[in-house]
């Protein structure tokens, strides 16, 4: 069964960077759809980035130039760089895969079947 732990979250001030993980075991297929989510107080969860098996990947208009998601398949690592980080990305994160198949832009949170568990981060000015 897939199953998938993100860590690296924590409270940093605008303009820092942060680098989340998402370790992942149970995989049963290469080919793969996986994508960071986060969702904001009272707000719903959104997109924030996504990658295949094939490289593609894909960027909120948000946070594109500042967020890079990348995945090591040897080690069963997602993860999401944070850079130039704003109040505003103050979410909690969570990452989440779909495997055995892909689809346009890996989007499409209904799609996912897998979730971690969540991790926070806070940006304050």
């Known amino acids: ?3 998938l732990l ?9 303009g820092g960077s942060l680098r989340l993980s998402c370790a992942g ?8 759809c996986m994508a960071w989510f986060r969702q904001a107080p009272g707000k719903s969860r959104e997109g924030v980035a996504t990658i295949d098996s094939d490289g593609l ?3 909120a208009d948000s946070v594109k130039g500042r967020f890079t ?6 080690k069963n690592i997602l993860y999401l760089q944070m850079d130039d980080l704003k109040p505003d990305d103050t979410a909690v994160y969570y990452c989440a895969r ?3 198949r892909i689809w346009p832009g ?11 568990q969540g991790t926070q981060v ?3 000015v």
């Open 25 to 32: 075991s149970g995989y049963m297929y290469t080919m793969y």
């Open 57 to 59: 990947t894909t960027y």
């Open 122 to 124: 806070t940006v304050s």
């Open 106 to 116: 890996c989007a499409r949170e209904g799609e996912y079947i897998h979730w971690g």
């Open 6 to 14: 993100e860590s690296g979250g924590g409270s940093v001030q605008a």
């Open 69 to 74: 998601i990348s995945v090591d398949n040897a």
């Open 98 to 100: 779909e495997e055995g």
């Open 1 to 3: 069964q897939v199953q």
